[in-house]
């Protein structure tokens, strides 16, 4: 059988994501609200429609990401472990005269994530997202019954894999993640994930600033992808250097045996952040992926 992280790559592999929030809004005034408080046009989704999103502060910094899918009475907000609560506690502070109720149901519902080249083929005929947690192909189940759809994915040809393999095809292909890649600091912009923004959508929680730098042109670092020519990936926070002068900073890196060396996560700076810009890792060479 092979490894969940072969699975990944060239097969199908079932994640256990169930520690990841979850978070039902309901109420006639859900859509409008959401809408005030992302990045992405939350209005326009039609039931069995999901979208990737911000949430911002007034300073536009990243207070959270979320995947939000819209079912025929309320939303789902899938969100990191990490920043459930925060989330939870965000939205519920502009809940004022609005008709809005949120509730967590994490505890109540499982998140399985099917990824691979052969995800699709394996699907049982039940309701799933097109949500990929690694970069692969990818399918997002939310259910109550997580042994059963378990049994039905082992029993189809899926593979488990763990969080590591999962983490190390997610470096490979270059995915970021909240919390270890993007942080309460980090502007819209500099993640790269363009999807996760709107531009015609009208006014939001800091969308000022995310306009302001749409307006400017640029920011001046990029969270990129790089490939290090080591075996031992860097520790994170490890600098990054062009010509001597510190460019940069590592966010996380692991060791890719398909590659054969260490694929990573930085914020470079402009103009140091292009692909196949040579960079230098501790005393190891490095370059900016395409």
Request: charged share 20%; proline share 6%; glycine share 8%.
């Amino acid at each position: 059988m092979p490894s969940g992280y072969q699975a990944l790559r060239s097969g199908a592999a079932w994640l256990d994501l169930s520690a990841r929030g979850k978070i039902y809004v309901t109420g006639e005034d859900r859509a409008r609200l959401l809408h005030a408080m992302t990045t992405n046009h939350i209005q326009q989704l039609n039931p069995g429609e999901h979208c990737y999103a911000f949430f911002l502060n007034a300073q536009g910094r990243i207070l959270a990401d979320a995947h939000i899918l819209c079912l025929p009475d309320r939303f789902l907000l899938d969100t990191e472990p990490e920043t459930r609560a925060s989330l939870f506690q965000h939205l519920d502070k502009y809940i004022i005269a609005d008709d809005v109720t949120l509730e967590d149901v994490t505890d109540r519902l499982s998140t399985i994530s099917v990824e691979g080249p052969q995800a699709e083929a394996l699907l049982p005929p039940m309701e799933h997202a097109r949500i990929s947690s690694t970069g692969q192909p990818g399918f997002r189940i939310f259910t109550p019954a997580k042994a059963d759809l378990v049994r039905q994915l082992e029993a189809a040809g899926a593979v488990a894999a763990s969080a590591q393999e999962a983490r190390l095809v997610r470096l490979e292909n270059g995915v970021p993640r909240y919390g270890e890649d993007i942080f309460e600091n980090t502007l819209p912009q500099e993640t790269q994930l363009h999807h996760a923004l709107h531009f015609q959508k009208g006014c939001y929680l800091g969308q000022e600033i995310v306009e302001r730098i749409r307006s400017r042109g640029h920011v001046n670092r990029l969270l990129v992808s790089l490939t290090i020519e080591a075996q031992e990936p860097p520790e994170k926070g490890t600098s990054l250097t062009a010509d001597g002068k510190p460019v940069g900073e590592i966010t996380s890196a692991a060791f890719s045996p398909a590659l054969g060396k260490v694929v990573a996560l930085a914020y470079v700076r402009v103009p140091h952040n292009k692909p196949g810009t040579p960079l230098a890792a501790g005393a190891s060479s490095a370059s900016v992926r395409g």
